[in-house]
């Protein structure tokens, strides 16, 4: 999973459009991460197709999303990886 | 003094990184980017010398649902200028980030997927012409022996060239991010 793939399920664990994705990465990083327009268009398209996240509605040009459950079981996987990866670091120093 | 000029520029299909910063230098010489049209005419108007980003995005699906694909970048500070021959142009001052120089991809993987849009769109019309037309017009017109078959053959062999250094030209730097994206995978 790239690192937007992963902040995009991260935030659409609640409902919330593509600029919404992105300030909230940017609060979450301390303003590291700031996810493209390019990237962030054609992450969304892809994670839709994929059954990861699902479109709720549209308010002024905007998509709304969701994650699935599908969605959700990727994340958590992910998770469970990223925490390994952490203890590991942290067992190794 | 006049306030518009007019050039004539052609940019080769992947050589959409050139034309992004030939239309970046005119800005900061004090010309800003008007419009694109009919054969590679690009109209601009002079303007305070500024630095400003210029970036392409090819994505035909994006056109059907346009008023959101443009939305998100306008969100994000972008200008959507127009769209020419499936490409969306876009830009956004340098004085507008913060700090860091922004572009329209942020990962590679997602730099990959415009190359990999890119070659769908529009490098397998050419190399369908290049081995359904070019090369058996060549094998055919050299077998006959008159002028007229002869001076085609010299243009079917100069359109094989032509092709040539394009599928190369768009090879090289697929290539070069296909590897880099591959190499930072797990």
């Known amino acids: 999973m790239t690192e937007t793939g992963f902040y995009i399920l991260l935030c659409l664990r609640e409902e919330a459009h593509g600029y ?4 909230k990465t940017e609060q979450l990083t301390q303003g590291e991460i700031k996810i493209s327009p390019g990237t962030l268009y054609g992450s969304l398209s892809k994670m839709e197709k994929d059954g990861l996240i699902q479109f709720i509605r549209e308010e002024e040009n ?3 999303y969701c994650i699935t459950k599908l969605g959700t079981q990727v994340l958590d996987l992910e998770m469970k990886r990223i925490e390994r990866l952490y203890r590991s670091m942290q067992e190794a120093k | ?19 992004e910063s030939y239309l970046r230098e005119q800005h900061k010489n004090g010309w800003e980017f008007i419009s694109l049209s009919g054969l590679c005419v690009y109209r601009f108007k002079r303007c305070e010398p500024k630095d400003v980003v210029y ?11 346009k008023n959101e694909y443009v939305q998100m970048f306008r969100d994000c500070g972008w200008e959507y200028l127009q769209n020419y021959a499936g490409y969306s142009y876009f830009r956004k001052a340098v004085s507008e980030m913060d700090g860091s120089e922004e572009e329209i991809f942020c990962e590679d993987a997602s730099r990959l997927d415009m190359m990999k849009r890119v070659f769908s769109g529009r ?3 050419l190399l369908v012409t290049f081995f359904l037309v070019i090369i058996p017009q060549i094998i055919m017109q ?11 053959m010299v243009f079917f062999c ?22 880099s994206v591959h190499n930072n995978r797990r």
């Open chain 1, 62 to 64: 905007r998509k709304i």
């Open chain 2, 123 to 125: 490098m397998i019309p």
């Open chain 2, 142 to 152: 050299g077998r006959i022996d008159d002028p007229a078959s002869q001076s085609l």
């Open chain 2, 55 to 65: 970036q392409l995005d090819y994505n035909p699906d994006s056109l059907a649902k």
């Open chain 1, 20 to 23: 919404s994705i992105v300030k």
């Open chain 2, 1 to 19: 003094m006049k306030d518009t000029k007019t050039e004539i520029r052609f940019f080769s299909i992947p050589e959409w990184k050139k034309e």
């Open chain 2, 158 to 179: 100069i359109m094989f060239v032509i092709y040539l250094g394009l599928f190369i030209a768009f090879a090289v730097p697929f290539w070069k991010y296909y590897r």
